[in-house]
């Protein structure tokens, strides 16, 4: 009675075998787009992954104050590594120069800008000398009133929001560091002491430094391959549901079920050879992907994938994926009655499970709503669970929760596909 089972399902997985060797466009689809997509969009990602030095953002500069306070902005944009500067004679000409898309960034400092900010700092510092009875004939000054200045930023229309944010950010710490460099001065200046002998301090007395997980007492620093591996290997994987489901359409339309049906060949075991065979597939293409992580970027400059005592657990994360994977596309084939309905439909859940996921888009940058959503899609599991492997170096009991929700999506999946189809066949 085994012996029976295991060889009609060996001839079901040999003949799923045979069907797929002979679409050599469909093996083209399901290895090698995966690996140029994984390449392509590692190159456009990785400078966000690089630090600051290693790239440099033409800036447009218009200097209308001439003073101390622009040397300034000028030398500390300068010394950032961040930026190119080049100068520009007029705002107008910038300005243009930006809006057309020729240039991320133009900033214009203000006329006056050095003088206006000492006369304000001059006024705040004999203020407060005044009321400690140190400057006694300042209160008998009328304070000029001193109109703000603005330091204009022009970005390109097409610039991301979080660009923006960062330079207006960074600008604002820039002016503020001035500004108090300014106050210390004038307070040394009005108490008479020598320039040339500080009596205040100006570093920064509260420092930032990021801790870093670490491993054999080395820090582990995430790149662009380390987020770009599990995630595009992932959308691979789910991405063989639109083959498979349009396979198991073809068949039904073809009459092969119908011959099955003269024979004792149940359902599930028909199932069963197609998920042996895709779940193969699964692992050839996870294979192939962190090869091309480990070889093929270090090759052309991108940060390589360190799977160092890593591989099992993240050979168990990409087979309980693509389990689910395959549930989902055998579910689909069941319910669908034509290769028009699935292949659309198919290709459209992949990319909605994986926006859902957090492969496009971060889950924590997300709506709160959408959050919430995200923790119902089979990818967000899976994807968890390769971060888990890949940067948290955790271990086979912290991906417990998400490979037994990956399990129990790929049961419940294969037995709703068992019970319609028995359903269908029952009328």
């Not at 591996?229 to 198991?248: E, M, R």
Request: proline share 4%; charged share 20%; glycine share 6%.
């Amino acid at each position: 009675m085994h012996f029976a089972i295991m060889h009609k399902l060996w001839a079901s997985t040999y003949k799923e075998m045979l069907l797929l060797l002979r679409d050599l466009g469909g093996i083209a689809i399901l290895f090698v787009m995966p690996m140029l997509l994984l390449v392509v969009i590692t190159l456009v990602q990785d400078s966000t992954f690089k630090t600051i030095s290693d790239i440099k953002i033409p800036v447009l500069l218009v200097d209308n104050d001439k003073g101390e306070v622009s040397k300034n902005i000028i030398d500390n944009l300068s010394e950032s590594n961040s930026f190119q500067i080049l100068q520009k004679d007029t705002e107008e000409e910038a300005k243009e120069a930006v809006f057309a898309g020729k240039y991320q960034l133009a900033i214009v400092i203000p006329e006056s800008l050095s003088t206006s900010l000492q006369k304000k700092v001059n006024q705040n510092v004999e203020g407060i000398l005044s009321k400690f009875g140190l400057e006694e004939d300042s209160l008998l000054v009328e304070k000029e009133t001193i109109p703000v200045k603005e330091v204009r930023l022009y970005f390109d229309p097409a610039t991301q929001v979080s660009f923006k944010s960062s330079v207006k950010n960074g600008i604002d710490k820039m002016i503020s560091k001035i500004e108090t460099q300014s106050i210390y001065k004038a307070f040394q200046s009005e108490l008479g002491e020598d320039e040339d002998e500080s009596i205040f301090d100006t570093e920064n007395f509260i420092a930032f430094k990021e801790i870093l997980p670490t491993k054999n007492n080395e820090e582990i620093i995430p790149n662009s391959a380390q987020h770009n591996v599990p995630a595009w290997t992932l959308f691979a994987i789910f991405f063989i549901i639109v083959p498979l489901s349009i396979n198991l359409v073809k068949e039904k339309n073809q009459g092969t079920f119908v011959r099955l049906r003269t024979q004792p060949v149940n359902y599930a075991t028909v199932l069963g050879g197609k998920t042996i065979v895709y779940l193969g597939v699964c692992l050839i293409q996870f294979t192939l992907m962190l090869l091309v992580g480990i070889y093929l970027f270090p090759a052309i400059g991108l940060p390589g994938v360190d799977v160092t005592g890593k591989l099992p657990l993240l050979y168990v994360v990409a087979l309980f994926s693509g389990l689910a994977a395959i549930g989902l596309g055998l579910l689909l084939g069941t319910i669908a009655k034509t290769q028009e309905q699935v292949a659309p439909f198919g290709a459209t859940m992949v990319v909605i499970l994986a926006a859902l996921g957090g492969v496009w888009v971060p889950v924590f940058v997300m709506p709160k709503f959408m959050q919430l959503t995200s923790k119902i899609s089979p990818m967000n599991w899976g994807l968890e669970a390769f971060y888990d492997v890949f940067l948290r170096n955790v271990s086979f009991v912290k991906i417990l929760p998400e490979i037994s929700l990956l399990l129990l999506f790929f049961l419940l999946t294969i037995l709703i596909a068992i019970i319609y189809n028995r359903s269908k066949n029952a009328v």
